[in-house]
């Protein structure tokens, strides 16, 4: 008998415990608009000689959508393929390879000492990238913005 009653007791509680569940509040669905990444009066993507280059990277990257709403930036990822080369020891034979120096950064424009390296070295048929672009808006709303790229033509 006291199993028994223990069990109605138990099946009673469950029961009540289950009708006063809280109910988690509907969240508003947000239309993530088209963002575009600008730097300097350039687009999302670009292909340069190496003095626009070179002029350009010292830009403020920026976040706009159609409506001209700009957004904040809390971080982005910048991204330089350099040309490099390797030489075989045994045989001395010289190859060229491509190397890749990448940092995450949360301030725009580049940071002066990132930049400064970048600007000395940087030549014909390099690249530049500002990727993993998050955006903020004025509401707090976190999302990501397309990539920038510059290519470096080649002479």
């Known amino acids: 008998m006291k199993y028994f009653k223990m069990l109605v007791l138990a099946v009673f509680l ?17 239309k993530v608009p088209k963002l575009y ?5 350039y ?13 350009l990277l010292g830009k403020q990257l920026k976040i ?9 930036i809390s971080s982005y990822r910048f991204l330089y393929k350099k040309k490099g080369v390797t030489e075989d020891e045994a045989t001395g034979k010289v190859s060229p390879i491509t190397t890749v ?21 940087i030549q014909p048929g390099e690249e530049v990238l500002f990727f993993d672009v ?7 709303r976190v999302m990501y913005a397309p990539d920038f790229k510059i290519t470096v033509k080649q002479l």
Do not use: C, M
Request: net charge negative.
């Open 14 to 30: 469950f029961a009540t415990g289950s009708t006063t569940a809280q109910t988690t509040p509907a969240v508003a669905k947000y």
């Open 37 to 41: 990444t600008q730097l300097g009066s």
């Open 43 to 55: 687009r999302d993507s670009v292909v340069l000689n190496v003095s626009e280059s070179e002029s």
């Open 64 to 72: 706009f959508d159609d409506n001209k709403g700009v957004y904040s």
């Open 101 to 121: 120096v990448s940092n995450l950064f949360k301030t725009t424009p580049v940071p002066s000492s990132w930049l400064i390296h970048v600007l000395e070295q």
């Open 134 to 140: 998050i955006a903020r808006d004025d509401k707090g």
